[in-house]
Nanobody
Framework: QLQLVESGGGLVQPGGSLRLSCRAS????????IGWFRQAPGKEREGVSC????????RYADSVRGRFTISRDSAKNTMFLQMNALKPEDTAIYYC????????????????WGQGTQVTVSS
């Protein structure tokens, strides 16, 4: 069964940057779409970005478009989420998740989840 492990979260000041990593236990290229989600206290989990298994056409939520960039290193079975110009409202636990082949807007469509990494944006 596919396992995902996130890393890279932390505390950053507004306007700062962080890069999250999501390492998969097996090859993802051509098989899994990888999505990044986040959940703030008292709020529902929401999609942030997604990259399908075989294309380089990413999806972004309106709230992060132009600030966040999703990418992958297929040789290392690792996905990244580069987050720039961070805002306090970006504070949340960030999760990577996988589903077969194509991206989806629905949280429940993703079968495999990492444990999450905390991102806190505060001065």
């Amino acid at each position: 069964q596919l396992q995902l492990v996130e890393s890279g979260g932390g505390l950053v000041q507004p306007g700062g940057s962080l890069r999250l990593s999501c390492r998969a236990s097996e090859s993802i290229l051509g098989t899994y779409a990888i999505g990044w989600f986040r959940q703030a206290p008292g709020k529902e989990r929401e999609g942030v970005s997604c990259l399908s298994s075989s294309t380089d056409s990413p999806r972004y939520a309106d709230s992060v478009r132009g600030r966040f960039t999703i990418s992958r290193d297929s040789a290392k079975n690792t996905m990244f989420l580069q987050m720039n110009a961070l805002k306090p409202e970006d504070t949340a636990i960030y999760y990577c998740a996988a589903r077969f082949l194509s991206c989806s807007s629905y949280v429940d469509d993703f079968r495999f989840w990492g444990q999450g990494t905390q991102v806190t944006v505060s001065s």
